[in-house]
Nanobody, 127 residues
Framework: QLQLVESGGGWVQPGGSLRLSCAAS????????IGWFRQAPGKEREGVSC????????YDADSVKGRFTIARDKVKNTVYLQMNNLKPEDTAVYYC????????????????????WGQGTQVTVSS
């Protein structure tokens, strides 16, 4: 049974960095598109970064481009989200999710509709 567990969140000052982890059990992440999403208080959940299950290509939302990097560790069966130069508007609960079909492209809308959301990990950026 697929299970993804997010970790690595916390409090950081503006300009700081955090690395989030998405550890998987039940599937080999290498073949699946994985998306990182976030939801801030009072706002809808949005896609942040995604890595393709076809060729490993990545996509970042404009709001995080150049600051966030998604990467996959095949040995640890984990997907990371490295977040640099964090801003207060990055404050949110961050979630990861996998497409249920292997060898799928990076499409936030497709991934977000698959399976259940986990507990997420809270990221707070403030001074």
């Amino acid at each position: 049974q697929l299970q993804l567990v997010e970790s690595g969140g916390g409090w950081v000052q503006p300009g700081g960095s955090l690395r989030l982890s998405c550890a998987a059990s039940g599937i080999v992440l290498d073949s699946y598109a994985i998306g990182w999403f976030r939801q801030a208080p009072g706002k809808e959940r949005e896609g942040v970064s995604c890595i393709s299950g076809i060729d490993g290509s990545t996509y970042d939302a404009d709001s995080v481009k150049g600051r966030f990097t998604i990467a996959r560790d095949k040995v640890k069966n984990t997907v990371y989200l490295q977040m640099n130069n964090l801003k207060p508007e990055d404050t949110a609960v961050y979630y990861c999710k996998a497409d249920s079909t292997p060898y799928s492209p990076c499409v936030f809308g497709r991934i977000s509709g698959k399976g259940r959301w986990g507990q997420g990990t809270q990221v707070t950026v403030s001074s």
